[in-house]
């Protein structure tokens, strides 16, 4: 004990002497900006940013040229279920590195929780090898490490760095890490065998990575950043013991909170402007006595808050995905995601080519649908992939966009050209589907005579305004149109995500732990998602909660799309210049900063950009359907009400489920099954 004392005294010294920034704290987040802030919240100044970034993007590449193909091959050779096997046993084996720590901060209840757990396993779980004490007596392992002991004794953390092979980390961090191998067992055994197995299980554990790390590769303009971001915010979670589910369920919800969510409910009275009529479940009827009627009742819904139900289709994935034998990077994974191929289309000349997706049915003469995401979502994103096995089960190839509104797409088109104005961007979206079938139809020697455009939210928008061009213009020659909860005046839908991102203001004094907590519900809600799955009443947030989560999603879609124009028009701009610009806007700005002018109105805008400007071919069409749920908070009653006199039965409604919090429940999918096989 006396030697870890004296560790830690050193640690400190060397902290204080050698890395004087270990006595500042995070900078306190300003109440002007509008968003979220999260460096800033849990980091210090990134005062080696520009080195920091270097070394981020060699680690980057040196995991695509060489560390992924190790675990491609890895996750290749053995079955899931070992993967996991082993991964337990070595959690097993680090037993001494939670006891010590667990005793370094005094955690005696930490203490027998980790001994139980580790005689538990190594008895009745075959050495570690089975979690016999999370599965059986429901003991999860608390993840405690030598960095939370330094931390309880007081050691700042220092600077945010990143290093080679090791990514982000901090002062703290690294003596942590060295600590934790010292009180490794296996470090202390040396034979050539033993280095092998070593390594392997290396191999094993850190192979959980490259999903994260292909995500984060994948769908962010700035990788750099929003690891940063996870790494603040996750080494706040384990300090304070957040990612422990016993921690979670004693946290309560304060009176303050109690009254904004009744704030929020008489809020979102107004806002909904309607209620169920119990003896007529299937009317809803509205504040000023008019009545829309749901076509599709949910039974047993049990609704919570309009954001809260938006967020149940973005946490939990459709329930019939089926879990694979092997890994998600194995070579023998082929669920249906996996079959989907990766294109590549030009848009502008002498502009990076836009990556999508698609999958072809073996019939040359097949059906196609062409999928459009939410706001801000890339060609890989969920939904897409959903939405194209369900037509591909009834025998449609398929091709997955990305959000026009969004940075892969900013990247590929003209210079100096800001999207966000539907009449302007639709030759740049056409031009992309006719050059991405012309591609396919060429390499595959393939005849799509009959084609059908499907989208959700923003992609729901900018189907439909396809539709008005094909209808005034001819041109990609569509057969369908199928629109999900697509905002009618987009300036409405814009000004209501605006307020949700601004929640995180009505909690200044406790933000900090507000957050991390937030976050650490969102982590624990996904690993136990099966359990919703099946049959789940609510979502385990409050209104407030269900705000932080939406604000964080919208935020970095804006995000991205400032950063990626910016950095595409001035590549030599000073990146914290941008963010000081990112973290200043809403949408509602970036509206008012690429398309106000002496000549462009705001009111101009919101007549061009609202779904009325398509009305004559909503009346006069009738190769569409549209789906929306009467508690959408993205579009008011009156336009709702507008747009069922212009559709009549195109629009089908259905009783709950906001803004896309329908996607997955049967009643839905049965209606869009037959929308397909029309």
């Given at each position: 004990?006396?030697?870890?004392?004296k560790?830690?005294?050193?640690?400190?010294?060397?902290?204080?002497?050698?890395?004087?920034?270990?006595?500042?704290?995070?900078v306190?987040?300003?109440?002007?900006?509008?968003?979220?802030?999260?460096?800033?919240?849990?980091?210090?100044?990134?005062?080696?940013?520009?080195?920091n970034?270097?070394?981020?993007?060699?680690?980057?590449?040196?995991?695509?040229?060489?560390?992924?193909?190790?675990?491609?091959?890895?996750?290749?050779?053995?079955?899931?279920?070992?993967?996991?096997?082993?991964?337990?046993?070595?959690?097993?084996?680090?037993?001494?590195?939670?006891?010590?720590?667990?005793?370094?901060?005094?955690?005696?209840?930490?203490?027998?929780h980790?001994?139980?757990?580790?005689?538990?396993?190594?008895?009745?779980?075959?050495?570690?090898?089975?979690?016999?004490?999370?599965?059986?007596?429901?003991?999860e392992?608390?993840?405690?490490?030598?960095?939370?002991?330094?931390?309880?004794?007081?050691?700042?953390?220092?600077?945010?760095?990143?290093?080679?092979?090791?990514?982000?980390?901090?002062?703290?961090?690294?003596?942590?890490?060295?600590?934790?191998?010292?009180?490794?067992?296996?470090?202390y055994?040396?034979?050539?065998?033993?280095?092998?197995?070593?390594?392997?299980?290396?191999?094993?554990?850190?192979?959980?990575?490259?999903?994260?790390?292909?995500?984060?590769?994948?769908?962010?303009?700035?990788?750099?950043?929003?690891?940063?971001?996870?790494?603040?915010?996750?080494?706040?979670?384990k300090?304070?013991?957040?990612?422990?589910?016993?921690?979670?369920?004693?946290?309560?919800?304060?009176?303050?909170?109690?009254?904004?969510?009744?704030?929020?409910?008489?809020?979102?009275k107004?806002?909904?402007?309607?209620?169920?009529?119990k003896?007529?479940?299937?009317?809803?009827?509205?504040?000023?006595?008019?009545?829309?009627?749901?076509?599709?009742?949910?039974?047993?819904?049990?609704?919570?808050?309009?954001?809260?139900?938006?967020?149940?289709?973005?946490?939990?994935?459709?329930?019939?995905?089926?879990?694979?034998?092997?890994?998600?990077?194995?070579?023998?994974?082929?669920?249906?995601?996996?079959?989907?191929?990766?294109?590549?289309?030009?848009?502008?000349?002498?502009?990076?080519?836009?990556?999508?997706?698609?999958?072809?049915?073996?019939?040359?003469?097949?059906?196609?649908?062409?999928?459009?995401?939410?706001?801000?979502?890339?060609?890989?994103?969920?939904?897409?992939?959903?939405?194209?096995?369900?037509?591909?089960?009834?025998?449609?190839?398929a091709?997955?966009?990305g959000?026009?509104?969004?940075?892969?797409?900013?990247?590929s088109?003209?210079?100096?050209?800001?999207?966000?104005?539907?009449?302007?961007?639709?030759?740049?979206?056409?031009?992309?589907?006719?050059?991405?079938?012309?591609?396919?139809?060429?390499?595959?020697?393939?005849?799509?005579?009959?084609?059908?455009?499907?989208?959700?939210?923003?992609?729901?928008?900018?189907?439909?305004?396809?539709?008005?061009?094909?209808?005034?213009?001819?041109?990609?020659?569509?057969?369908?149109?199928?629109?999900?909860?697509?905002?009618?005046?987009?300036?409405?839908?814009?000004?209501?995500?605006?307020?949700?991102?601004?929640?995180?203001?009505?909690?200044?004094?406790?933000?900090?732990?507000?957050?991390?907590?937030?976050?650490?519900?969102?982590?624990?809600?996904y690993?136990?998602?099966?359990?919703?799955?099946?049959?789940?009443?609510?979502?385990?947030?409050?209104?407030?909660?269900?705000?932080?989560?939406?604000?964080?999603?919208?935020?970095?879609?804006?995000?991205?799309?400032?950063?990626?124009?910016?950095?595409?028009?001035?590549?030599?701009?000073?990146?914290?210049?941008?963010?000081?610009?990112?973290?200043?806007?809403n949408?509602?700005?970036?509206?008012?900063?690429?398309?106000?002018?002496?000549?462009?109105?705001?009111?101009?805008?919101?007549?061009?950009?609202?779904?009325?400007?398509?009305?004559?071919?909503?009346?006069?069409?009738?190769?569409?359907?549209?789906?929306?749920?009467?508690?959408?908070?993205?579009?008011?009653?009156?336009?709702?009400?507008?747009?069922?006199?212009?559709?009549?039965?195109?629009?089908?409604?259905?009783?709950?489920?906001?803004?896309?919090?329908?996607?997955?429940?049967?009643?839905?999918?049965?209606?869009?099954?037959?929308?397909?096989?029309?």
């Open positions: 004990m006396r030697k870890f004392k560790i830690i005294g050193l640690v400190l010294l060397i902290n204080l002497f050698f890395f004087n920034s270990g006595i500042i704290q995070a306190e987040l300003s109440q002007t900006q509008k968003n979220l802030n999260y460096t800033k919240l849990y980091l210090n100044e990134d005062k080696y940013e520009n080195f970034r270097k070394i981020f993007n060699f680690n980057l590449r040196l995991n695509r040229i060489f560390v992924r193909k190790i675990h491609v091959l890895w996750a290749s050779l053995f079955p899931e279920f070992l993967i996991n096997s082993l991964n337990c046993a070595y959690s097993n084996i680090e037993y001494p590195k939670r006891l010590i720590s667990s005793l370094l901060q005094r955690d005696f209840d930490a203490m027998r980790e001994t139980k757990r580790f005689l538990i396993n190594t008895t009745l779980g075959a050495a570690g090898l089975i979690d016999f004490a999370a599965k059986v007596f429901k003991l392992m608390y993840n405690e490490d030598m960095e939370q002991a330094l931390a309880k004794c007081k050691i700042k953390c220092g600077r945010f760095l990143v290093l080679p092979f090791v990514s982000c980390t901090n002062t703290r961090d690294i003596f942590g890490r060295i600590l934790d191998f010292a009180l490794n067992p296996t470090t055994i040396a034979s050539p065998i033993a280095a092998a197995i070593k390594m392997g299980l290396l191999i094993n554990r850190t192979a959980y990575i490259q999903p994260i790390i292909n995500m984060v590769e994948s769908n962010f303009a700035d990788p750099y950043i929003i690891a940063k971001e996870f790494f603040g915010v996750e080494k706040y979670i300090l304070s013991n957040y990612d422990r589910k016993n921690v979670l369920e004693k946290i309560k919800t304060n009176d303050d909170e109690i009254d904004l969510v009744n704030k929020d409910k008489k809020e979102n107004t806002v909904k402007g309607a209620f169920l009529d003896n007529s479940p299937n009317i809803v009827v509205n504040l000023n006595n008019e009545e829309l009627r749901a076509d599709i009742f949910l039974d047993d819904y049990n609704p919570q808050s309009p954001v809260m139900d938006s967020m149940r289709t973005a946490l939990f994935d459709y329930h019939k995905n089926k879990k694979s034998f092997w890994h998600p990077i194995s070579l023998w994974n082929r669920n249906f995601a996996k079959k989907i191929k990766t294109g590549y289309a030009q848009i502008s000349k002498d502009k990076p080519k836009y990556k999508f997706f698609y999958i072809l049915q073996k019939e040359k003469t097949s059906p196609l649908v062409v999928i459009f995401p939410s706001v801000g979502e890339g060609s890989s994103n969920s939904h897409g992939k959903i939405l194209a096995e369900l037509f591909y089960e009834e025998g449609y190839s091709i997955i966009l959000s026009h509104f969004q940075w892969e797409f900013v990247k088109i003209d210079d100096n050209y800001h999207v966000g104005l539907i009449k302007n961007d639709i030759k740049y979206i056409n031009l992309l589907i006719n050059n991405i079938i012309s591609d396919l139809s060429k390499k595959y020697d393939r005849t799509f005579l009959k084609r059908t455009a499907i989208g959700t939210s923003l992609g729901a928008y900018t189907a439909l305004f396809i539709a008005n061009n094909q209808y005034e213009t001819g041109g990609n020659n569509f057969d369908k149109f199928i629109a999900i909860s697509p905002p009618y005046s987009l300036l409405y839908a814009i000004g209501q995500i605006d307020k949700i991102t601004t929640a995180w203001k009505n909690y200044p004094d406790n933000l900090k732990d507000k957050v991390a907590y937030t976050v650490a519900k969102v982590i624990r809600a690993n136990d998602k099966d359990e919703f799955l099946v049959n789940f009443e609510k979502l385990p947030f409050t209104n407030y909660e269900a705000k932080l989560i939406s604000a964080f999603v919208f935020n970095q879609k804006l995000s991205d799309l400032i950063y990626q124009t910016e950095i595409k028009n001035n590549p030599d701009i000073d990146k914290k210049e941008i963010y000081k610009q990112i973290n200043s806007m949408y509602n700005d970036y509206i008012k900063k690429y398309f106000i002018t002496d000549e462009i109105h705001y009111d101009d805008i919101a007549q061009t950009t609202s779904i009325k400007s398509i009305n004559d071919y909503l009346i006069n069409s009738d190769n569409y359907k549209i789906y929306h749920s009467l508690d959408d908070y993205l579009i008011n009653k009156s336009d709702l009400r507008e747009l069922k006199t212009s559709c009549d039965d195109k629009l089908v409604l259905l009783s709950n489920g906001a803004h896309l919090g329908f996607l997955y429940r049967k009643e839905f999918i049965d209606d869009l099954k037959k929308e397909i096989k029309n």
